[in-house]
């Protein structure tokens, strides 16, 4: 269980606005751009599958799958983004290799220093790779 300044995670109340807004901004970056994207995925999805014919059937399942992994890795990634404020009971070596903002080297922390979800992104990059390619093969067989 994760615990934020010994507080289990529904009852943490911030300390100001300052530490509210880094928290939100976390959220709405983190979980939300995964989120909006499956959505917007799942909608070209429906798309292609109610509104044309049947020869675009394969287009509109390669979008609602490629949809699902997507709420699969948002899922995945909020999931590991709920030790962002969490006591430090470990220092990690990602933690010890992290460089200051520029600019911010006496503010105060919030949580864990912040590191770019590089694998989440590489992957997302790969996979979206895939279903182009996907998409390309598909639209020269019509």
């Known amino acids: 269980m994760h615990t934020y300044r010994g507080h289990r995670a529904d ?9 509210l807004n880094e928290l939100r901004a976390r959220n709405r970056t983190f979980n939300g751009a995964y989120r909006r994207t499956a959505l917007a995925t799942l909608g070209y999805a429906l798309t292609a599958l109610r509104l044309f014919d049947s020869r675009f059937l394969r287009i509109g399942i390669l979008y609602l799958v ?3 992994l997507l709420f ?3 899922y995945i990634r909020a999931r590991h983004s709920r030790h962002d404020f969490a006591d430090r009971s470990k220092t990690s070596a990602l933690d010890q290799r992290a ?6 080297e006496d503010r105060r922390e919030y ?3 912040f590191i770019t979800a590089g694998r989440d992104v590489a992957t997302i990059g790969a996979l979206v790779m895939v279903v182009e390619i996907l998409l390309l093969a598909f639209v020269l067989q019509m």
């Open 66 to 68: 490629l949809s699902i």
């Open 72 to 74: 699969a890795l948002g």
């Open 11 to 19: 009852s943490f109340v911030t300390l100001d606005v300052l530490e």
């Open 111 to 113: 949580g864990r220093p």
């Open 99 to 104: 460089l200051p903002t520029v600019g911010q």
